[in-house]
């Protein structure tokens, strides 16, 4: 029996673009909604859920350019080095602006206070932690990034290389999430 | 046509530093957090070093982020300087990525789980036991 790579034809291809696109759109909405909430915060709220939400989308397509890394297969360089310039811009913007949002969230009966006086654990075990995990996706990709410009293209005759940034990729995927599902989770008790 | 003279020599040693030194940068943010938290004294001796990012202080219903500014100020100090040393000293060593892959692993979920309270928060407070530091 014939074991050839399978390819998508075009309408295949129009299909998940399609399915992308929708479910991209729908997924921005609900950070794009804190823009229109009635509070004097909602502009903070608003650029920190949107940048944090396209931080996790690149993020998560990464993990797919970083199994051919860790494979040891070869890779489409230039394309890579895109998409991992993106993600640490957009990995920076989620922690400059978490560090601008993070203000409100401990001013005067902000979220902080809420949180304390009624489920404390929630900030002192949740927030305390999300607060530092948060920061490490940015280095993380400013690694990566270095990685792929100063070794350039003959990255990919040295296995052992490509293999530690396709690893370092899924490792700074993981912190995201971490910060992503506990501001969720700090969000929904108690929004700025 | 590629011969393999023209492929230059490359070493694994500034990968190794640049991630070494974001192993330092984490481990010495979990540290001035956990410093920061004894008592206030060294919570404002960690702020001090903030003070340059906006925001840093300040209260009211806008607030601040306190004392967060100076652990990062110190995680981002100790990640560069530490980078910059290591890659000059690893820029033309080959060091063993298998091994480092292991370490780099272990040592993130170490200090990962140091952010985590309910784990560090009794190490902490033998280790600051035993400093006499209250």
């Known amino acids: 029996m014939p074991t050839g790579e399978y390819r998508h034809d075009h309408f295949g291809k129009a299909v998940i673009r399609t399915q992308i696109a929708i479910a991209l759109s729908l997924l921005l909405l609900l950070p794009a909604a804190n823009f229109f909430y009635p509070t004097a915060y909602n502009l903070k709220a608003g650029i920190h859920g949107v940048s944090a939400i396209l931080a996790v989308i690149v993020g998560t397509y990464l993990t797919h350019r970083a199994i051919p890394l860790i494979k040891g297969m070869q890779v489409r360089f230039e394309s890579l080095r895109l998409w991992v310039m993106t993600a640490t811009v957009l990995n920076l913007a989620g922690a400059v602006s978490g560090n601008w949002i993070y203000m409100r969230y401990r001013g005067q009966e902000g979220p902080r206070d809420w949180i304390l006086a009624h489920v404390p654990s929630f900030h002192n075990v949740l927030m305390e932690f999300k607060e530092f995990a948060s920061l490490f996706p940015f280095p993380l990709m400013v690694a990566a990034c270095f990685a792929l410009f100063y070794y350039g293209k003959s990255m990919q005759y040295r296995r052992d290389i490509a293999r530690f940034l396709g690893i370092t990729l899924l490792i700074s995927w993981s912190f995201l999430m971490l910060g992503f599902v506990a501001g969720l989770v700090l969000a929904k008790l108690r929004f700025v | 046509m590629q011969h393999d003279t023209e492929n230059p020599k490359i070493y694994s040693g500034p990968l190794v530093a ?88 272990v040592g993130l979920l170490a200090i990962t789980l140091g952010f985590f309270h309910p784990i560090s928060d009794p190490i902490v407070l033998f280790i600051a036991d035993l400093l006499g530091i209250y």
């Open chain 2, 18 to 105: 640049a991630t070494l030194a974001l192993l330092l940068a984490f481990f010495t943010l979990m540290v001035s957090h956990h410093i920061s938290r004894l008592t206030k004294e060294l919570d404002k001796i960690i702020h001090s070093y903030g003070h340059w990012i906006p925001g840093s202080t300040g209260s009211g219903p806008d607030g601040s982020i306190g004392s967060y500014t100076g652990k990062e100020t110190l995680a981002i100090a100790v990640w560069l300087v530490s980078w910059l040393i290591f890659h000059c000293l690893w820029r033309r060593q080959d060091l063993s990525l298998k091994v480092w892959t292991r370490l780099f692993v």
